[in-house]
Nanobody, 115 residues
Framework: QVQLAESGGGLVQPGGSLRLSCAAS????????MAWYREAPGKPREFVAF???????TVATSVKGRFTISRDNMKNTVDLQMNSLKTEDAAVYYC?????????WGQGTQVTVSS
């Protein structure tokens, strides 16, 4: 069983930055793919960024050049650095891990982008 706990969300002005962190417990994440998704009100959950077990990353086109995903296998964490935030980035951000064919989700952290 894997537990995921996100942190780092909050209120930020347009153009600002936030760093989200997801801490995994219950198992080592070194053999897991990890990712971030987000869900805005009235919209389906969407992919934001992915990082493979070897550190290869992919980010959504909408956040390319602004968001960076990283992982620390020693700490069992995956982070999302978000820069140049836009109002359309506001959403609940969810941490995702796939381990041994099972999907795990965190409870989400709210990101609000407003002046």
């Amino acid at each position: 069983q894997v537990q995921l706990a996100e942190s780092g969300g909050g209120l930020v002005q347009p153009g600002g930055s936030l760093r989200l962190s997801c801490a995994a417990s219950g198992n080592s994440m070194s053999n897991s793919v990890m990712a971030w998704y987000r869900e805005a009100p009235g919209k389906p959950r969407e992919f934001v960024a992915f990082i493979s077990t070897s550190g290869v990353t992919t980010v959504a086109t909408s956040v390319k050049g602004r968001f960076t995903i990283s992982r620390d296998n020693m700490k069992n964490t995956v982070d999302l650095q978000m820069n140049s935030l836009k109002t359309e980035d506001a959403a609940v951000y969810y941490c995702y891990v796939q381990l041994s064919g099972t999907d795990y989700w965190g409870q989400g952290t709210q990101v609000t982008v407003s002046s």
